[in-house]
């Protein structure tokens, strides 16, 4: 995070009017999408609630979850509240966002922070991981009533947890924890790069069996040399063993292999330092592996005030990065020629498919809540298409689709909420409200109702036309910032084609065909 709020005040009284004079990023002198791009607008949806931030004692993030508690196709959105404010969970009922948290169990007036959504327990109903100020919860579904448990393991003196990654990463057949760590609020100093008693590592727990957990961290090499915002299991060699992706706060983006003996080696691979934080993963290209989209600061904040104890050699790194998986454990910064440099400061990061026509797009929350500008001159928000054309692959920002948020932006939550198999989008925000819109884009669409278990984390699945093959996804939990995705994969139909196939590949090298395919959501 970034200078203290009573430095950030006096540069307010320096900077008034340039602030309101500032043309924010994505003016008239951005790129237009193209006229043969089809973006219909999504339609917004009444919904009452406001994320409160107390500043004495917690972190200004909220957090969220896809979850679908009653096995009826059509996801809840969980909520992560504020200290000492209840947290949330809406349902889609008769046109508007209704909060039904009351009578689950589910709420806690402790700050709340991450949340993920799995069934811990294999027994056919989705559980809920939340990462709160007193540790991480495991909250049990019981036909949509939850039982809490804490998860027992010995952390370090103020420690904080932000996000919970979900992996069967040793391949043992039961659900293990990663947790990506932060120095608790009352400890943390701004822009600290180089002070290593200002970092909390994270924390890998192996699962031995129900509720019984060994951290591993030391061991395994995976505690990291930063504070975390989130980290992400994802497969990207395809050896069928989850890698570990790290978005460190003040520090560099560590890419951690699996070496498949329960010990991860560090990448190659140099983002240089930067404040890293939203985390997309997706098969953008459409070549079968999965690439990487992470936030930074960008262009919207002075470099002057970001480079706290930063020595003179040390380059401070700004911008966002696309990292393109050549595999082979080999990555490539296209940011630049896809569009992606010179938009801001951005938060949490998510991929989908927004306007149904087979290429994913990618989402994008913004504005520093502790940065004046952004108070008075606040960034859109991002929900850029795919354009894919003579002038090359570039993600391009499109207003049209009504999905702006200029709040303090946390992230997306990507879901199914009214069971069309469309998939909406929600945004999170710091200190702010809840934005919920539906998609209302008419062209075709197969989805896939993937199960939230053991067995489907870590599966890659392609749909197959009789015009080629589509992107690939990857069952993957934790994407964005301290929010967990729907589950669900959706793949457009081609224009005047069909899907024939979808075709799975589980982590442990099974495969799967699923056919006929029928539109809208396929049970598997």
């Known amino acids: 995070m970034l200078a203290s709020e009573s430095t950030l005040k006096t540069a307010l009284f320096v900077l008034a009017m340039a602030a309101i004079l500032l043309v924010s990023v994505g003016c008239s002198n951005a790129p237009k999408l193209p006229d043969s791009v089809v973006a219909t607008p999504f339609k917004s949806l009444d919904i009452n609630h406001q994320h409160t931030w107390n500043k004495k004692v917690a972190f200004p993030f909220t957090g969220g979850a896809a979850i679908d508690i009653d096995g009826d196709g059509k996801m809840e959105i969980f909520v992560s509240g504020g200290h000492e404010q209840e947290d949330a969970l ?167 292999h699996n070496n498949r003996d329960s010990t991860f080696d ?83 990061m998510v991929f989908e498919d927004l306007n149904l026509d087979g290429s994913l797009d990618l989402l994008a929350a913004q504005n520093y809540i502790k940065w004046p500008v952004h108070k008075i001159n606040p960034l859109s928000g991002r929900a850029m298409l795919q354009v894919n054309d003579e002038n090359g692959r570039r993600f391009i920002n499109a207003p049209v689709l009504n999905l702006e948020d200029r709040h303090f932006g946390q992230s997306a939550i990507v879901a199914d909420l009214d069971g069309d198999a469309r998939q909406d989008v929600v945004w999170v925000n710091m200190n702010g409200p809840v934005i919920a819109s539906l998609n209302e884009h008419t062209n075709r669409v197969v989805t896939l109702a993937v199960p939230e278990n053991v067995k489907w984390i870590g599966a890659r699945v392609t749909a197959v036309s009789n015009t080629g093959n589509s992107y690939t996804r990857e069952v993957t939990n934790a994407i964005g910032m301290q929010t967990d995705q729907s589950p669900h994969l959706s793949f457009a139909v081609p224009t005047d084609g069909s899907i024939d196939s979808l075709q799975v590949e589980f982590a442990d090298g099974t495969k799967t065909t699923i056919e006929p395919v029928s539109e809208g959501l396929v049970l598997p």
């Open 90 to 256: 809406y349902s889609y009922r008769e046109g508007a966002m209704d909060n039904i948290i009351a009578g689950t169990n589910l709420s806690s007036l402790t700050a709340s922070y991450g949340a993920t959504a799995i069934d811990f327990n294999d027994d056919g109903q989705t559980d809920l991981l939340v990462a709160r100020d007193d540790g991480v919860w495991l909250h049990t579904n019981n036909d949509g009533v939850f039982d809490a448990e804490k998860i027992a393991y010995e952390s370090a003196d103020t420690e904080s947890t932000l996000a919970v990654a979900v992996s069967d990463f040793d391949q043992d057949g039961d659900i293990d924890l990663y947790l990506s760590n932060f120095i608790a609020y009352g400890s943390w100093v701004s822009s600290t790069f180089n002070k290593p008693e200002h970092v909390r590592h994270n924390r890998l727990l192996r699962n031995d069996g129900g509720m019984n957990f060994t951290d591993i961290t030391q061991s395994s090499g995976t505690a990291g040399t930063q504070n975390t915002f989130l980290s992400v299991f994802t497969d990207l060699d395809q050896d069928g063993y989850q890698d570990l992706v790290l978005s460190n706060n003040t520090g560099t983006i560590e890419i951690l």
């Open 266 to 348: 560090k990448n190659v691979y140099d983002s240089g330092i930067g404040y890293w934080m939203g985390l997309g993963v997706g098969d953008y290209d459409a070549d079968g592996d999965q690439d990487l989209a992470i936030s930074n600061v960008s262009n919207s904040i002075p470099t002057s005030f970001l480079r706290g104890d930063l020595t003179d050699d040390q380059t401070l790194v700004r911008e966002w990065v696309l990292l393109r998986n050549d595999g082979d454990r080999k990555f490539t910064d296209i940011a630049k020629t896809s569009g992606l440099t010179g938009q801001g400061f951005g938060w949490g």
